[in-house]
């Protein structure tokens, strides 16, 4: 794939500086705003919180962004992917739409909810989804398209080849390049030539192949720009086709990074640092096929939508973009151009995406002003490592629902850059935090509140026909300027996180396992090997029972996490009063609980006339919606 190469002049100037929030109220234009979430990420995978250094050289765009953004050690998100993602876009947390995975023809979000995209809108953004989806599309209204969203190309299940063509773009399916519409410059014609194509065993701005005290030539062409530091200059090389190198002058505060297009000469003595950018030679392969931008593999497809998004951008306009990569998930589908682990591989894609990202932005002038937000939507599984966390995917251990996740951009103040947040978060909160970033209220509270829960009837249902879950997200912005002031409890004095867990300050309460699958409950140690868990020691190995209630059979564990993140050590049995509260607490908070998954959430008018026979006809052998499909219904939703 051929990125398009911005060649600007003295007109490109970036400067790395500290901000203010903005948008609320103040003088300050509304920043912009990135979600970017990793799938099925562990988190010991990067070197985000700097202890596996050797992951550089295939996530050192990330590492690097984390590095110079805020680390937040205790950032939560649910056990797997569908509720994660539902959290996100409707500020509301996994129990209070189902713990489900969403099919493609799910309701899973109540569509009386408000999303990010629609209160971003409201305030004058543009916003942009390109990635997985996993939150249900049962009805026209569910796409996100309808949703906020001014473009959205992805996926609508959970889970397929990274070459697929069963792909969705705005409000059509996306089988092959006929229905492409405005594919990406070049989308896989020189995909052979790519020249952000670096080699696999080294990272792209490792400080240690800097040049010292050496000046490069200038080249054919150049870029000036202003950055911190050299390895910010490096990073801005990265993201620019067809530069070759780079030079950092420490004479200057102004122009002082240098990106250079070509040119030949040896390095000169200096007040300079450069470094060189080598591509690999391509490997041999075939011509692209007939569909080759439809079936596009998918970091490369999506961040290539991304970076054309934002070309296409005006700077003075808000920016909204949500950036789900389909990587690190299986299947583990061979990376072209990369040719060792494969699972590495797949992160090194996003990971020059990532880099190309923060280069545009730089190059658009946006960067000052905007917010970048990382996490993975769940623990690592499979290939991935969560050391020194326990367990992964699918467990309601710590290394199943604890993510790897940071802020960052230019809106960081300076003094807040490279530090370490512990505050107790959860991917809920970005709504809340967002929508004050945008100045724009978060409320989304239903017009008739739901029914007071009966302890003695678990079954009750407190929302009926007229009600559903208020918000459960609060905005964490306070808590990420003014460190000093805040707890781990800041955000929430109490925290459930699944059925059977419930986070309160420094303590975890774990009644048992999820009733899905089968969990591995030991520690997965930096070399991949496991170290095993003795269930007969574990009263919360056991897995949880159908029911609204959490499965009472044994006594549940507790853990002081601030002193044993690991979770190594039970001490339920010296801390009876603790565990009788945070078990009451729990079970209060589950007779809340709305499952979507038995019935539909959403009220039957604003779902619309459903045609399943009609839309599969449509969609052939793909997926889709399946109610109030306009070719399928003449009575449009608007009217009801």
Not at 157 to 171: E, F, V
Not at 258 to 270: L, S
Not at 543 to 550: E, S
């Amino acid at each position: 794939m051929t990125l398009p190469t911005f060649i600007c002049g003295l007109a490109l100037c970036v400067a790395v500086a500290t901000a203010v929030p903005a948008g609320n109220g103040g003088t300050n234009p509304k920043p912009h705003l990135v979600m970017i979430l990793q799938d099925d990420l562990g988190f010991y995978d990067t070197d985000v919180f700097g202890n596996n250094p050797a992951a550089h050289s295939y996530s050192g765009n990330i590492s690097g962004l984390a590095a110079k953004g805020i680390r937040l050690t205790n950032h939560y998100t649910h056990w797997h992917c569908s509720p994660t993602r539902r959290s996100f876009i409707s500020g509301r947390l996994p129990i209070h739409h189902g713990e489900q995975l969403s099919p493609v023809d799910g309701d899973d979000i109540d569509l009386r909810m408000t999303w990010i995209s629609e209160k971003l809108a409201s305030a004058g953004y543009q916003g942009h989804w390109f990635g997985k989806g996993h939150t249900g599309y049962k009805s026209w209204h569910h796409l996100p398209a309808n949703r906020g969203f001014k473009t959205h190309l992805g996926f609508l299940g959970g889970s397929q080849s990274y070459t697929s063509d069963d792909r969705w773009q705005n409000l059509h399916p996306l089988h092959n390049d006929q229905e492409f519409h405005d594919p990406p410059p070049g989308c896989n014609a020189s995909a052979t030539t790519s020249p952000w194509l670096l080699p696999s065993s080294s990272a792209p701005c490792d400080p240690s192949t800097f040049l010292k005290g050496k000046c490069l030539p200038y080249g054919e062409q150049r870029v000036f720009a202003n950055t911190s530091d050299a390895a910010d200059c490096c990073a801005l090389c990265h993201g620019q086709a067809g530069c070759t190198h780079f030079v950092f002058r420490l004479d200057t505060k102004v122009n002082n990074c240098h990106i250079k297009f070509g040119g030949k000469g040896e390095p000169t003595q200096g007040q300079c640092t450069s470094g060189l950018l080598k591509p690999l030679p391509p490997p041999p392969s075939p011509p692209p096929g007939p569909d080759a931008c439809a079936t596009e593999y998918s970091s490369t497809l999506y961040g290539q939508m991304a970076l054309q998004a934002l070309d296409a951008h005006d700077p003075a306009d808000p920016f909204f973009l949500y950036l789900p990569f389909q990587a690190v998930h299986t299947p583990y589908n061979p990376v072209p151009h990369w040719n060792n682990n494969t699972y590495y591989g797949m992160l090194w894609d996003a990971d020059v995406w990532v880099g190309n990202l923060i280069a545009r932005l730089k190059a658009k002038g946006m960067w000052d002003n905007t917010l970048i937000v990382y996490s993975s939507d769940n623990g690592g599984v499979e290939q991935g490592i969560n050391y020194p966390l326990r367990g992964e995917k699918h467990s309601n251990w710590e290394g199943g629902m604890r993510t790897t996740a940071f802020v960052s951009g230019g809106l960081v103040p300076s003094h807040l850059q490279g530090t370490n947040n512990s505050v107790n978060m959860h991917i809920v909160d970005w709504y809340a935090t967002f929508c004050e970033l945008a100045g724009v209220s978060p409320n989304d509270d239903p017009p008739v509140k739901p029914l007071p829960v009966n302890i003695s009837d678990p079954t009750k249902d407190i929302y009926g026909n007229k009600s559903y879950p208020p918000l459960d997200g609060v905005s964490v912005w306070n808590f990420l300027m003014n460190p000093e002031s805040a707890t781990p409890s800041s955000a929430h004095k109490y925290l459930a996180l699944s059925k059977e867990v419930l986070i309160a300050g420094k303590y975890k309460l774990l009644v048992a396992q999820p009733l899905f699958k089968s969990q591995n409950n030991g520690w997965k140690q930096p070399d991949g090997t496991w170290v095993k868990s003795n269930d007969k020691d574990w009263p919360c190995n056991t897995q949880d029972r159908k029911g609204p209630l959490p499965y009472n059979g044994k006594q549940p564990c507790l853990f002081d996490l601030r002193a044993d993140p690991g979770e190594h050590v039970n001490i339920a049995d010296d801390n009876p009063d603790i565990v009788q509260q945070l078990w009451e607490q729990l079970n209060m908070t589950i007779l809340t609980s709305r499952d979507c998954e038995r019935t539909s959430c959403s009220p039957p008018d604003m779902i619309g006339p459903c045609n399943e026979s009609c839309a599969k006809n449509l969609w052939g052998n793909f997926q889709g919606p399946v109610c109030d499909v306009p070719q399928c219904n003449s009575v449009s939703w608007a009217e009801h």
